[in-house]
């Protein structure tokens, strides 16, 4: 039963706007945009603070 449920949530998630714009497309890939680039910038720092410290 409960996995029915997640399957039909996730099939509505996974249906296109109604209004036709294409900003429904890229909504799902700002989660995954955004990790990365927390995880480029913390990888980043060390390498950025030696480079401001001379």
């Known amino acids: 039963m409960a ?5 039909n ?3 509505l998630r996974a249906l296109p706007s109604p209004d036709g714009s294409r900003a429904g497309a890229i909504e ?3 989660p995954a945009l955004l990790r ?3 995880f480029i ?5 060390p390498f950025v ?5 001379g």
């Open 28 to 30: 799902p890939m700002l």
């Open 36 to 38: 990365g680039v927390i």
């Open 49 to 53: 603070a030696a480079l401001l410290a």
């Open 41 to 45: 910038s913390v990888l980043a720092a």
């Open 9 to 11: 949530f996730s099939s």
């Open 3 to 7: 996995d029915r449920l997640v399957r």
